[in-house]
């Protein structure tokens, strides 16, 4: 038997879900959600982990010395150190507009870094 006990982070709520497998013909069970959302979350937590990532990058020609950046879609969450590697590397140039693309496929993921602000 398996069994996890995790926190949902779908919303503020912050349910406390187990999620359960009987045996190896089960399909994941979870309990504790208060919507539908806890479910999904529950089982991409134990079978698939993915975050959004939000950071910075360098930009030179802007009042700030940072942009802030984000991932437009989720990223696998054992690559995140890798993608922080990546964007340590980034230097862009003024002006920036909020969505553009700052890191194209980043880690050949289908995933790419936007700006999450114009400067």
Do not use: H, W
Not at 56 to 82: C, H, M, Q, S, W
């Amino acid at each position: 038997m398996f069994k996890k006990e995790l926190t949902c982070i779908v919303c503020p709520r912050g349910c406390k879900l187990t999620v359960t497998k009987e045996n190896e013909q089960d399909d994941l069970a979870v309990s504790g959600n208060f919507c539908k959302r806890g479910i999904n979350y529950g089982i991409n937590e134990i079978l698939n982990p993915t975050r959004q990532v939000t950071s910075t990058v360098r930009i030179n020609g802007a009042v700030y010395k940072r942009l802030p950046v984000i991932t437009d879609k989720e990223i696998v969450k054992g690559d995140i150190f890798k993608v922080m590697e990546e964007l340590n590397k980034v230097t862009v140039e003024a002006p920036v507009k909020y969505g553009d693309i700052v890191i194209k496929n980043i880690l050949n993921s289908d995933v790419n870094i936007i700006a999450s602000r114009s400067m």
